[in-house]
C-alpha cells in the first residue's frame, strides 16, 4: 500500500479498522508518517470518526481507546493460543508451524505422517554424519547436493539447512518438543 502511494495519487485509505493497518505502536507511527507525507488519510469503517490530521482532544482519545482495546484483544487471543498448542505440545501432538523435513501433514488432520522420499534424506544425512564424523555442514551439504537430495522445496542444500536437521535428531528419533515442552512425539520416528 505505502510503495503504491508514491506513484498514484489517493485521498485515502479504507479499512475495516484501523488495527489492520498496524500492530504495533511503532507501525503506528511509520504509517502515519508515510501518509501524511503524501496527503492520504485514513477512512475506517468501524471507526467512523477517524483521521490523521484530527486534533479534536475527545476523537484522539476515543480512537487511543479503541487501539487499546485491539491491542488487548489480539494479546489475549495469543495467549489463547499458546496455551492450546502447549497442551497439544504436552500429548506430543504436532502443534503448528513449519513441518521438518521428511514429514507431511496429512489434509484434514493435523498429524505428521511420514513422507518416504524426504525420510531417506533425513536418514543420509544422519548416515553421512556417522560415516564422516569431522566433515563441516558444508562438505555434509555438497555431499547431499552431488548425491541429488533436495530440500523441502526442491532446492540445493546448504549448510543452515544440514544444521536445521541435524539440531531435530530428538524429533526425528520420535520425541517432539515446543518451547520448553520435550513429549513422545505422536509422529512416527525417522531414525
Given amino acids: 500500500m505505502l510503495e503504491y502511494l508514491t506513484h498514484q495519487k489517493v485521498d485515502y485509505v479504507v479499512t475495516l479498522n484501523t488495527s489492520r493497518l498496524w500492530r504495533s505502536d511503532i507501525v503506528k507511527v511509520l504509517v502515519h508518517r508515510e501518509l501524511k507525507k503524501y496527503g492520504v488519510d485514513i477512512r475506517s469503517i468501524e471507526q467512523p470518526q477517524y483521521s490523521i490530521y484530527k486534533k479534536d482532544p475527545s476523537d484522539f482519545l476515543i480512537n487511543g ?17 499458546g496455551r492450546g498448542r502447549n497442551k497439544k505440545a504436552q500429548q506430543g501432538g504436532y502443534a503448528g508451524g513449519n513441518v521438518a523435513l521428511g514429514y507431511k501433514v496429512e489434509k484434514g488432520k493435523k498429524s505428521l505422517v511420514i513422507d518416504d522420499r524426504q525420510a531417506k534424506t533425513v536418514q543420509r544425512v544422519f548416515d553421512i554424519k556417522e560415516q564422516y564424523p569431522s566433515w563441516t555442514l558444508t562438505q555434509l551439504a555438497e555431499r547431499l547436493n552431488e548425491e541429488g537430495h533436495g530440500t523441502k522445496q526442491e532446492k540445493l542444500f546448504t549448510k543452515v539447512q544440514v544444521k536445521r536437521i541435524l539440531d531435530r535428531r530428538n524429533f526425528y528419533s520420535g520425541k517432539y518438543q515446543y518451547g520448553d515442552i520435550i513429549a513422545n512425539g505422536k509422529h512416527q520416528a525417522i531414525l
Avoid: A, P, V
Fill in 65 to 81: 481507546l479503541m487501539e487499546l482495546l485491539d491491542q488487548y484483544q489480539r494479546l489475549e487471543i495469543s495467549l489463547k493460543l
